[in-house]
């Protein structure tokens, strides 16, 4: 098996990935908060994590990837007073959104999608446990996470404390004990959403959301927390001082995560993206203005950078990708009639082995190329065998060439995709991975297939 190196941004370098515990591989990306259409920098985390979840799912026999909703936030309470939507309605409609273009983009559904306001009463329990401990405190009508209380504090971002206090932008409030103090849970008026609280009527500070979640879904400790580089600070320095503190591990900054993999910022044609600007750039708009391949042109185009770089949004860097898409497509295309061989069960080594080495994509797309090569001079003796790797590189990469499948799919030759991916969902039902197994049904559902579940197995046919 490929040893998978990555680079680590609480140990600052490369480091072998080991599981805790190698049955069961674990990890927590922070997710959106819903209230808005997700621009292509939120997408580059979408995509980075769905990678390395399917090159994870490659190595080891079971994984959970928990990735969450944030629904309540005054970013949400402001959309909904602007819009004058509810606020359910405003996070219903952005979750749903959410969930449609990142699967346009090739982004499996995590297991488990929790939301915040499903697990208050966890939060709660934590900031409780937080102000027992000493490291936090209520103050009108707040709760409070006292920084000085923490000494390991800063050590995932490196920021001293005068960063820590200009970076964490805090308001002028007289409750601080300390101006680098952070909230865990702030009062709600009337017609803010709320709950119940030991420190009166109100809701969860951001921070404390993702530290529940990823207990409550994953235990502590588990292997990857990831996220964009934007949230390293203050979003995960605090979800670190909490999970830790709570626990009572306070000189232990991996007793809530071993490993933190950030990816990169993007920019739009060399300039940050801003509303004041007008260059965001919404993965809404990109895949309704094109075909409906063309998401999987948009992921192949955030891949092209190695994930830790920043990645510059440009006409080039999508040129780039649609012509390695349709490179793929026409090796397909020529692989049409060539049957699967079953038997082989790996991607490309290569291939493999670049993504090993932190996510090496550049790189990956190199050896991909090399790949589709092969088929062009290969020998008719050689091609399943080929049409097999390739499949199989794709489905690690996360990319479907639509059409090349919509023609198999109408063909009555191979059909070794469609068993492969009942399979998959057999598994991921034993697995309890419900999620998993309906995104399968309706992958097939897309491709004209139906899905009729028997005493004796799935039974599959066209429609
Ligand atoms: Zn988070």
């Known amino acids: 098996m490929a040893a998978l190196q990555l680079y680590n941004t609480l140990s600052r370098k490369k480091d072998i990935f080991t599981p805790l515990d190698p049955a069961h591989v674990r990890l927590y990306a922070c997710g959106p908060t819903v209230y808005n259409y997700a621009h292509i920098g939120n997408a580059r985390m979408a995509v980075v994590f769905d990678l390395l979840v399917r090159l994870l799912r490659t190595l080891y026999p079971k994984v959970t990837y928990v990735s969450n909703i944030t629904d309540v936030d005054d970013k949400i309470i402001a959309a909904a007073r602007e819009s004058g939507a509810s606020i359910d309605e405003i996070t219903k409609k952005y979750a749903q959104v959410y969930n449609e273009d990142m699967k346009a983009l090739g982004v499996a559904a995590p297991d488990i999608q929790p939301l915040a306001t499903t697990h208050i009463t966890h939060m709660i329990a934590l900031i409780e446990a937080l102000i027992e401990k000493g490291h936090a405190y209520a103050a009108d009508g707040h709760a409070l996470f006292h920084v000085p209380s923490f000494p390991a504090y800063g050590g995932l971002s490196g920021r001293s404390r005068d960063e820590q206090i200009a970076g964490a932008r805090v308001e002028v409030a007289s409750y601080k004990k300390d101006p680098a103090d952070f909230v865990l849970w702030k009062p709600s008026s009337g017609d803010e959403p709320g709950w119940d609280s030991p420190w009166g009527y109100g809701r969860p500070g951001w921070h404390i959301e993702c530290s529940a ?33 709570a626990s009572g591990a306070e000189e232990d900054l991996s007793a809530f995560a071993k490993m933190w993999v950030h990816n990169g910022f993007v920019t739009v044609e060399g300039e940050k993206m801003s509303k004041s600007l007008g260059n965001v750039v919404l993965v809404h708009d990109e895949i309704a203005q094109h075909k409906a391949s063309y998401g999987q042109v948009i992921r192949l185009a955030l891949l092209s950078a190695h994930y830790r770089k920043p990645l510059d949004w440009n006409a080039q860097i999508l040129h780039q990708a649609e012509k390695l898409y349709e490179k793929m497509t026409r090796a397909l295309e020529t692989l049409k009639d060539v049957p699967v061989d079953e038997t082989v069960k790996e991607p490309d080594t290569a291939v493999l082995a670049a993504l090993c080495d932190d996510l090496n994509t550049p790189l990956a797309f190199t050896k991909l190329g090399d790949v589709l090569g092969d088929i062009r001079k290969a020998e008719d003796t050689a091609q399943p065998v080929l049409k097999a790797t390739l499949l199989n590189t794709l489905s690690l990469l996360g990319i479907t060439p639509e059409d090349s499948f919509a023609q198999e799919a109408g063909s009555n030759g191979d059909n070794g995709w469609i068993e492969a991916l009942l399979a998959e969902r057999t598994q991921a039902k034993t697995d309890r991975n419900f999620a998993r197994a309906d995104e399968i049904r309706d992958e097939l559902a897309a491709k004209g297939i139906t899905i009729e579940d028997t005493p004796s197995g799935p039974i599959w046919r066209r429609v």
């Open 213 to 245: 979640m990823a207990q409550t879904h994953l235990g502590l400790p588990f292997d990857i927390h990831g996220g964009g580089a934007d949230l390293k600070f203050p979003h995960h320095e605090n979800e670190i001082a909490q999970s830790c503190c």
